[in-house]
């Protein structure tokens, strides 16, 4: 077994995966990937669930409008977020990263309770 990898914070102190493991409770993989990504003493050592994804939540789902040919829709919007398998594709057929996922499925439920609230034949307004 090798010796562990040692990272230098931004105060000069050093570390392990290890150690911030366990003084933040994040799993091994969480306390690398969190290393990897900052070097920040304070970041490093923040406990398990301070930190939240802000690149996910500022994304925003830009909706293309469907082209029409002769009465044909091309490549319409439902056909974004197609999943197969594990993978879950835009309607080209690219793959999407996770961030386009969140965003694409909050779209849709704020488009899903706009319609809800201006549809007068909703029996039941409550249930979302």
Do not use: C, H
């Not at 366990?22 to 091994?28: H, M, V």
């Not at 990504?37 to 939240?52: E, H, L």
């Amino acid at each position: 077994m090798g010796l562990p990898n040692i990272y230098t914070l931004s105060d000069g102190s050093t570390t392990t995966v290890a150690e911030v493991s366990e003084r933040t409770g994040l799993s091994k993989v969480g306390a690398y990937r969190r290393l990897k990504y900052t070097k920040d003493i304070d970041v490093v050592f923040q406990k398990s669930g301070t930190i939240r994804p802000s690149k996910y939540n500022s994304y925003e789902w830009d909706a293309e409008p469907t082209k029409i040919v002769s009465g044909i829709p091309i490549n319409p919007e439902y056909l974004d977020g197609v999943v197969v398998g594990d993978d879950m594709f835009d309607r080209y057929g690219r793959l999407m990263r996770y961030g386009e996922r969140v965003a694409l499925t909050r779209y849709r439920n704020k488009m899903r309770k706009k319609w809800r609230d201006s549809s007068k034949d909703i029996i039941n307004r409550k249930r979302s």
